[in-house]
């Protein structure tokens, strides 16, 4: 890699600690793909190698691997650091050595997730510390990490990040300080994919597309805004009426939520076609009836008749149900069931998916206009308007769908067991990050590889 131009802000992300008499600490959070993460490496390493000698200073991501990743892959391979420093890095000590002539620093590797880290660090003096992606790292980990700085004469912690909800630590102790009295003498640069030197207006749009929602307000706005109101608020134009099973269907898929105390067993037949182009919800069904009415037998006969109206208006059977797997007794009599009525349907266990990880894909099929809805899926149509952020989890700094009984969610389970194996095929470019590690709406999970 080699940085060919810098935005402005990625300028004065390299000059700000050359500063005499200037800021302690800088904070770049913003837009994903905005150019925070990788000049603020560069410019850690040429502030380290310019005024420190025989120290120790610390690289943190979420996990040693994603540091590696996101941190010192493109620091090993930029030509503008190849320049002026001869860079060594032990994988297997998590240990970068930088050397500049007869000058030595040394850049250890930490996980904030990963639990030997925490009792590496606690033993260990910096001179500073870059924190990449700092809102997916705990609390205490970081706290620790900048104690170790507190007896280096002009140590200097760096923070990136993309933004989360307004209650996350990071925002109340740290950015409103720096936007407000500034007590950590902290300089604050917010960046947008615009600062962005190498994104296109065309690549800036594209990635846009990927989000709706307070995803879009986090992610491409780069706002400290809370997951509240409504989740799927642009459903409207994906709602078709008679959309047919398309031609190219590769599998027709059910998913089957089952019915608890209060909630009803649903079903959703949705439809995936060939190179995941697109998932079209052809019909829904909830199983009804009194209480005590409802029991394997009803479900099973129920299920049989939904699959019958699936071949009577669409002429083709489903591949295959996905079923919620908590209910290990009804999968197998229903298994059973249809064997012996001579179907060819896999009944399998639900691909278990975090929630927010098929709510953020069915996000993006929404805004890339890839999913289609029938408009006979009342049951879908009323969950999916109705589905709606949890204010009292916001409130606490996290993003939960309500499920309280108040909104018709348990069809969303079942729509969403339809497709979640395929989950990483509908948006690689969301879920290849997804991998490295955590759970929550981060913007580790959103984070593109659109170019
Ligand atoms: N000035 C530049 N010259 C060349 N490449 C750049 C420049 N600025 C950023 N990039 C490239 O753009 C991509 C995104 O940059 P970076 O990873 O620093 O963004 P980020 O804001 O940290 O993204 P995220 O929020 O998703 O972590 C990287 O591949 C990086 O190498
Ligand atoms: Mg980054």
Request: charged share 25%.
């Amino acid at each position: 890699m080699n940085i060919q131009k810098l935005s402005a802000k990625q300028r004065e992300l390299l000059r700000w600690c050359h500063r005499k008499g200037g800021y302690d600490n800088i904070i770049c959070d913003g837009a994903v793909r905005s150019g925070k993460t990788v000049i603020m490496a560069i410019s850690f390493v040429h502030w380290a190698m310019r005024y420190f000698e025989n120290q120790n200073f610390a690289f943190c991501s979420k996990t040693v691997k994603t540091c590696e990743r996101n941190v010192i892959m493109p620091l090993l391979s930029c030509g503008d650091i190849a320049e002026f420093f001869d860079l060594t890095y032990k994988r297997s000590d998590g240990v970068l050595i930088i050397k500049n002539g007869n000058r030595k620093n040394t850049f250890y590797l930490f996980g904030g997730k990963d639990e030997s880290s925490f009792a590496l660090i606690q033993g260990i003096t910096l001179a500073g510390v870059m924190f990449d992606e700092t809102t997916l790292l705990p609390k205490n980990f970081v706290n620790q990490a900048i104690a170790r700085t507190l007896s280096v004469k002009g140590a200097k912690l760096w923070f990136n990040c993309n933004p989360e909800g307004p209650q996350h630590w990071f925002y109340n102790e740290w950015l409103k300080d720096s936007d407000g009295a500034n007590i950590k003498n902290c300089l604050h640069l917010h960046f947008t994919m615009e600062d962005n030197p190498i994104l296109s207006a065309a690549q800036i749009e594209k990635a846009k597309r990927l989000y709706t929602g307070v995803f879009y307000k986090r992610y491409i706005l780069g706002l400290w805004v809370a997951a509240e109101g409504l989740i799927y608020p642009d459903i409207d134009p994906v709602i078709v009426k008679d959309a047919p099973l398309p031609k190219n269907c590769m599998r027709l898929m059910v998913g089957m939520d089952f019915g608890g105390n209060r909630s009803l067993t649903t079903l959703v037949a949705c439809a995936i076609t060939e190179n995941y182009e697109s998932l079209t919800a052809l019909s829904d069904y909830a199983v009804s009836g009194k209480k005590g009415e409802i029991d394997a037998a009803r479900i099973c006969e129920k299920t049989e008749e939904f699959i019958k109206s699936i071949y009577s208006k669409y002429g083709r059977y489903p591949d295959e149900i996905r079923c919620d797997s908590a209910e290990q007794y009804l999968i197998t009599t229903l298994k059973n069931h249809l064997i012996k009525k001579g179907f060819n349907i896999a009944v399998k266990d639900s691909d278990k998916k975090e929630i927010l990880q098929r709510i953020r894909c069915t996000c993006s099929l929404i805004s890339n206009r890839k999913l289609i809805i029938n408009s006979d899926c009342r049951l879908l149509i009323n969950g999916l308007k109705s589905a709606v952020w949890d204010q009292k989890a916001a409130s606490k700094g996290k993003d939960v769908r309500l499920d309280d009984f108040t909104s018709d969610i348990d069809i969303l389970d079942a729509f969403e067991y339809s497709f979640s194996p395929f989950i990483a095929r509908f948006t690689p470019r969301l879920e290849k990050n997804f991998k490295d590690g955590g759970g929550g709406v981060t913007a580790r999970d959103f984070k593109g590889y659109w170019f």
